[in-house]
């Protein structure tokens, strides 16, 4: 076989070929826009109209605190205010009157200045409120991405209500058949063109019962009318007794579980599951009442720990402002001393008398200039933590009025027994009452993932009462039940002649259980992580309580150092002051001491205040500062409607039938009311407070010589401005040895100083 080239067709092909590729290059792999009629191109409308940002179309009214707020208190603003004596508990009263949001601060005390606010509702969404118990209470488990998923109780017994189910449907149609239009007896049977009229109608009330027992009574009704000869036409042969008929039935029906789903407690801990569901291997979600219930205990376990907090938040402010005015007048103290110094100093180097060098002189300027800056400073501090105090009582940032504390903190020795705060921890602590009502959760849940394991096999069974007649419901009865001379249908099922019953059992059983044993694996998992978690938490609150109490005795300790520290320090001002009018020292020794008074009045209130802080924290740690504050926690009053359904509810329930469910009872899942009382933990006592002023007789060994002995057991009121602090305002005696026996704070057990 010979094959023949033609070059001239050869070239031609590859002309063509070079002439697509080129077109193809052309155009490119690029989309094109396609073609509109009637396109104008003014594309205004949707310029950055996508990427645009918009302010809500929201009008709410903001609080009177924040629209009558007056400037802030600054070194340039101090004038035009009065002082407001407030006492610690009327600023917890306010605090919790204004606190629909639990607020917090982001600082605690500490050496420093005291911090800004922390801005948490800015920096998080997560906050507690007085709303949140009540939102999960009436939570419908359609929560779309609110935090208050899941069911809540109202919502979990729902599923038990009875429910009323109805419909009505009404047809005609008019339908031609397929055959010739001829005589005969087929023309009876099928008409040429069918006709007809048909109407049903159910309506019924069905109820699940807390063993999943379901329950229901209904009414069904057919009507049916059509063009086929009957009686009312003998004529044309009678194939059926009336042209329209009435067929109606009354049926009471049941469905019992009675393996999966079955009993009171499993009905109550996921909710009741129907037979489809079980056969189509739908997993019923565990959100029964129980769970549910548990959801809302452990909500209001999240609101009394913010409750909790903002207690802790409020004392802790309230004290840090009245350190803020003590250290204000420790500040303002020494630089009236330099004041007078600088005075002094001065004058003698106007006169050129002897001690009034220009170097002197100017040594004393700087350090009254130096005083001079730390009380600007201590100012600022206080207005800032009185600010502090403000937002978290919930006031206005400046309303022409300045807090002053007009409570003392204690002095007195509070000394707890470890053994028995210990016990009461790990009993009160919020959390891990909260933890123990999610392992509870776990445990009910894994009861139920338990239950699946069971083939699901239900009883059913159906009694039907049935009427038929060409009238529904006639007044005039004939008597009959049913007959072709005419009757109605409710007439003849009222007579009890037609009656049906039925009987069955269902059965499915997925093989391999392979979903089932997936969930128990799951849940099982679910209880050891969360009992895992309940162990480490008790671990976290006994480390915590012990921390506690070792700040409780070092702040206490520091604070009755401080104190023999403070009065050392006066007299030693004193002291070099007259030596320094004798020309015995020098300048700088003087101001040295002056500059070692003030720091040492400083440091007093400042482990002080860091010891009432402690005690409270104490209590905080143990779970009893709700208690400790006098503050407890109860359900506001309801509207009266409520009050109305619930009486209703109760009257209804008291007019039932009651069902003794037997062995099916569900086990107990609480203890009963949280006592928020001290006196519900008596055996829990372990605070004991030592109050009194030991006198040197009484004391064991004497007083050491040199030992500074106050007379009293309150310190000075802060009236504005404040005095200095006086001998004697801190009821503690004791030098001591650091290896020797502690000094007891206000009670007469002090150890000697060694040599």
């Not at 003014?42 to 950055?48: E, F, K």
């Not at 049926?251 to 999966?260: R, W």
């Amino acid at each position: 076989m010979h094959r023949h080239f033609n070059a001239h067709s050869l070239r031609g092909a590859n002309s063509l070929r070079i002439l697509l590729c080129g077109a193809l290059l052309a155009t490119g792999c690029a989309p094109t826009q396609p073609f509109y009629f009637m396109e104008d191109g003014d594309l205004s409308h949707y310029v950055d109209v996508a990427t645009s940002i918009d302010y809500p179309d929201v009008e709410e009214p903001s609080l009177d605190e924040v629209t009558g707020a007056l400037a802030p208190l600054t070194l340039a603003n101090t004038d035009n205010y009065e002082m407001w004596d407030l006492t610690l508990e009327e600023a917890t009263r306010i605090t919790l009157k204004n606190s629909q949001v639990m607020r917090q601060l982001g600082g605690t005390v500490q050496e420093s200045a005291p911090e800004t606010i922390s801005r948490t509702l800015i920096n998080s969404v997560a906050v507690t409120t007085t709303y949140d118990p009540a939102l999960v209470e009436t939570a419908t488990g359609s929560g779309f991405g609110s935090p208050f998923s899941g069911n809540g109780v109202e919502a979990a017994l729902s599923e038990f209500d009875a429910q009323v189910d109805g419909s009505i449907t009404w047809n005609k149609g008019d339908l031609p058949q397929n055959r010739p239009d001829a005589a005969g007896i087929g023309a009876v049977f099928s008409p040429a063109v069918f006709g007809s009229e048909t109407a049903t109608s159910t309506l019924g009330v069905s109820k699940t019962y807390a063993t999943g027992t379901q329950f229901g009574f209904r009414n069904n009704t057919d009507y049916n009318s059509n063009n086929i000869p009957s009686d009312d036409d003998p004529a044309a042969g009678a194939f059926q007794a009336f042209t329209s008929a009435w067929e109606t039935n009354f049926e009471a029906f049941f469905s019992h579980p009675i393996l999966q789903g079955q009993g009171t407690q499993y009905n109550r801990i996921a909710g009741p599951q129907s037979f489809d569901q079980a056969a189509a291997n739908i997993v019923n979600p565990i959100d029964g009442v129980m769970i549910a219930r548990i959801r809302t205990d452990q909500t209001l376990a999240d609101f009394e720990g913010g409750v909790r907090n903002l207690m802790r938040d409020v004392e802790q402010a309230y004290w840090q402002l009245y350190f803020s005015y003590r250290d204000l007048e420790s500040r303002k103290t020494g630089r009236d001393s330099a004041l007078e110094t600088w005075k002094k100093v001065h004058a003698l180097f106007v006169e050129g008398a002897r001690g009034g060098s220009a170097d002197r002189e100017a040594q004393s300027r700087a350090q009254y200039f130096q005083f001079k800056a730390l009380v600007e400073e201590g100012l600022t501090n206080l207005y800032r933590a009185e600010n502090r105090l403000r937002y978290i009582m919930g006031l206005s940032m400046s309303d022409g009025r300045l807090i002053r504390p007009a409570d003392e903190p204690t002095t007195a020795r509070v000394s707890f027994d470890w053994a028995a705060i210990h016990g009461e921890a790990l009993v009160r602590r919020v959390e891990v009452r909260r933890q123990k009502w999610e392992i509870k959760r776990r445990e009910l849940e894994l009861i139920a993932a338990r239950n699946g394991l069971l083939p699901r096999l239900d009883a059913f069974g159906t009694y039907r009462w049935r009427g038929l007649g060409d009238q529904l419901i006639d007044n005039q009865r004939t008597g009959i039940p049913f007959n072709r001379d005419g009757s109605n249908a409710f007439e003849s099922l009222t007579s009890g002649d037609f009656q049906e019953w039925s009987l069955g059992l269902q059965l499915s059983v997925p093989i391999g259980f392979r979903q089932q044993l997936s969930t128990v694996r799951h849940h099982q998992l679910s209880l050891a992580r969360d009992r895992a978690i309940l162990r480490d938490l008790e671990l976290e609150v006994s480390h915590q309580l012990g921390d506690a109490l070792r700040d409780l005795d070092l702040n206490y300790g520091l604070t009755e150092t401080n104190f023999n520290r403070r009065a050392a320090a006066e007299r030693e001002v004193e002291a070099v002051e007259a030596a320094y009018l004798a020309d015995r020292v020098t300048l700088d020794l003087l101001l040295d001491a002056q500059r070692r008074r003030a720091d040492a009045e400083t440091a007093y209130y400042r482990s002080l205040v860091d010891y009432n802080v402690a005690v409270s924290d104490v209590h905080f740690r143990k779970g009893s500062l709700l208690d400790y504050n006098g503050v407890f926690l109860a359900e506001g009053p309801w509207p009266g409607k409520a009050y109305f359904d619930a009486m209703r509810r109760a009257r209804s329930r008291d007019a039932a039938m009651y069902l003794d469910y037997g062995y099916t009872r569900p086990n107990v899942i609480s203890r009963g009311p949280h006592n928020q009382s001290s006196a519900g933990y008596q055996s829990y006592q372990g605070e004991v407070i030592y109050e009194g002023v030991p006198t040197p007789a009484t004391m064991p060994g004497g007083v050491p010589e040199g030992t500074v002995v106050p007379q009293g057991d309150t310190l000075p009121p802060a009236p504005q401005p404040l005095p200095a602090p006086s001998e004697g305002s801190l009821t503690s005696v004791g030098v001591r040895d650091e290896l020797a026996q502690p000094a007891v704070y206000g009670q007469p057990a002090l150890a000697q100083a060694t040599e």
